[in-house]
């Protein structure tokens, strides 16, 4: 089993900036693709940004340029830096984690999420 728990999330005024954390762990053999979602209120479930285990990157339109998304393999960690906070940006992230653990072949496991609201 895989537990993915996200931490980070602040209530924070519009134009300043939040580190989320996720960490990954338990029976992880191998990580491949790790990624932020997010669902605002009375929104979809929207992708923010993924990366593989390469570091190769994308990113949702409307965060190009203010979000940068990084990992830590050693630690099986995962973070979303976020910069010139958008009252939009308000909504809570989820993170995902594509991995494979010494009894199964490779799914997506999933944080519960972390609350950021930004104030206008």
């Known amino acids: 089993q895989v537990q993915v728990v996200e931490s980070g999330g602040d209530l924070v005024q519009a134009g300043g900036s939040l580190r989320l954390s996720c960490a990954a762990s338990?029976?992880?053999?191998?990580?491949?693709?790790m990624g932020w979602y997010r669902q605002g209120p009375g929104k979809q479930r929207e992708l923010v940004a993924s990366?593989?285990?390469?570091?190769?990157?994308n990113y949702a339109d409307p965060v190009k340029g203010r979000f940068t998304i990084t990992r830590d393999n050693a630690k099986n960690t995962l973070y979303l830096q976020m910069n010139s906070l958008k009252a939009e940006d308000t909504a809570v992230y989820y993170c995902?984690?594509?991995?494979?653990?010494?009894?199964?072949?490779?799914?997506?496991?999933w944080g519960r999420g972390t609350q950021v609201t930004v104030s206008s």
């Open positions: 990366i593989t285990s390469s570091g190769s990157t």
């Open positions: 338990g029976s992880i053999r191998s990580i491949n693709a």
């Open positions: 995902y984690v594509t991995a494979a653990t010494n009894f199964r072949s490779a799914r997506d496991y």
